[in-house]
Nanobody, 121 residues
Framework: QVTLVESGGGWVQPGGSLRLSCAAS????????IGWFRQAPGKEREGVSCITNIDGITYYTHSVKGRFTIFRDNGKNMVYLQMNNLRLEDTAVYYC??????????????WGNGTLVTVSS
């Protein structure tokens, strides 16, 4: 059974930092790319970042490039999203997901329940 559990969300002021964690069931990181997605109130779910399983190639949506970093620890079955210089518009529920390749939400097969990130002053 595939499980993904996010943690690390919370409230932060603009310019602050948070690190999100995604705990994956065993071997998932060996077989699937892992993506981070987010959904703000009233908006569609969007891709934020993704890391491939075989060679660790990373992808970022334009609005987070240079501010967010995705990385993984296969030994701990963990994927992280380091978020720096957070902006008001980063407020959303953040999800990690596993799928056959790094692409949009519809390609992902397994999802966590999400963790809320609130950026406000």
């Amino acid at each position: 059974q595939v499980t993904l559990v996010e943690s690390g969300g919370g409230w932060v002021q603009p310019g602050g930092s948070l690190r999100l964690s995604c705990a994956a069931s065993e071997f998932i990181l060996d077989y699937y790319p892992i993506g981070w997605f987010r959904q703000a109130p009233g908006k569609e779910r969007e891709g934020v970042s993704c890391i491939t399983n075989i060679d660790g190639i990373t992808y970022y949506t334009h609005s987070v490039k240079g501010r967010f970093t995705i990385f993984r620890d296969n030994g701990k079955n963990m994927v992280y999203l380091q978020m720096n210089n957070l902006r008001l518009e980063d407020t959303a529920v953040y999800y990690c997901a596993a799928g056959p390749y790094c692409s949009g939400p519809s390609t992902m097969v397994y999802w966590g329940n999400g963790t809320l990130v609130t950026v406000s002053s």
